[in-house]
């Protein structure tokens, strides 16, 4: 009997250690497992704050030589926006009207590159129509002061600082309109209808909603999967302290009526898809609406410069007192 009892031990301490050695393995499976899941969070977060980052830091672009497009030498501005951050701009004033129109600049762009580079250009020629002009870089962008980027939430602020520099000049309320292009249009929207002063407002290219156009545009903009935009968003939103999402102008656009609104779109615009405008039509009902044959984005201007500019132009000089 003890030979017996030799092997049932025998194979009784073969079945424990394979019991051991599988344990051991699947302990290491588990181990290995955490370690890579780890590796893809602390990943995936890391890529997602430096995209972040990324976008809220635009870029600096600023061709002093553009002051070339006016005849006569642009001033020289500065002025603090309305929560302190310096603005820069050029200042046109008119001899034969105190009608002034603030020009307002979209993402990594400024002054001097809107429009593809023509915006001084556009600038001249509201000048020759006898309105004075204000062209502004945005904060963080040209030759304006510090600050992350935040879709219009805060610099709206540059283009309220911008009124209030218009009025110690003597300019008076309502004799100041707004026209700003895609980003730089909700930032427009936002300021005008925060304040009350400013008489009339052009809206080229512009969103109803941010996170439509971001969805719309993420690959191609990033060079990212989606899975990475709600982060980036996200840890944006941590970076500025403000909630990129709420970068929503349709809610803000009905605020402004009874002041006047003409909406510029391109009918091909890849970037800011036309349906965005139709919904800042909508909730606008009073607005005056004109679509182009752009099929750029934002590029209603340079398709038919004369149009637009005789547009542009006629808006102002009726809508503002």
Request: hydrophobic fraction near 40%; charge should be positive.
């Amino acid at each position: 009997m003890n030979w017996y009892y030799h092997i049932l031990k025998k194979e009784a301490l073969s079945k424990l250690e394979k019991i051991s050695m599988s344990n051991a393995l699947k302990n290491r499976l588990v181990k290995i497992a955490i370690g890579i899941s780890v590796s893809l969070v602390t990943a995936y977060i890391g890529i997602s704050v430096t995209a972040a980052h990324f976008l809220s830091t635009p870029k600096r672009i600023f061709d002093p030589k553009a002051s070339s497009a006016f005849n006569t030498i642009p001033q020289d501005v500065r002025f603090l926006s309305a929560d302190g951050v310096q603005v820069a701009g050029w200042f046109v004033p008119s001899k034969v009207s105190n009608k002034t129109i603030i020009l307002v600049h979209g993402m990594n762009s400024s002054r001097t590159l809107e429009f593809d580079g023509h915006f001084p250009e556009f600038g001249a020629a509201l000048q020759k129509e006898g309105f004075s002009v204000l062209m502004i870089d945005l904060r963080c962008h040209g030759q304006s002061g510090d600050a992350r980027f935040t879709f219009g939430l805060t610099e709206r602020r540059d283009v309220i600082g911008a009124v209030n520099w218009l009025k110690s000049k003597g300019y008076k309320s309502k004799d100041i309109g707004v026209l700003g292009v895609s980003m730089g249009a909700a930032t427009a929207i936002g300021a005008v209808a925060d304040d009350p002063d400013i008489g009339a407002l052009v809206v080229d290219s512009g969103y109803a909603q941010v996170y439509p156009v971001m969805q719309h545009n993420w690959r191609n903009v990033s060079g990212l999967p989606d899975i990475f935009l709600p982060s980036t968003m996200m840890f944006g939103s941590w970076l500025t302290g403000y909630d990129l999402n709420s970068s929503k102008p349709v809610n803000e656009i009905g605020r402004i009526a009874p002041r006047s609104i003409l909406i510029i779109h391109g009918v091909s615009d890849p970037f800011i898809p036309v349906n965005q405008a139709y919904v800042l039509k909508t909730a606008a009902a009073s607005s005056e609406y004109w679509e182009t044959s752009a099929a750029k984005h934002p590029e209603s201007y340079n398709t038919n410069p004369e149009a637009y500019i005789r547009k542009v132009s006629s808006f102002f000089r009726q809508r503002l007192k």
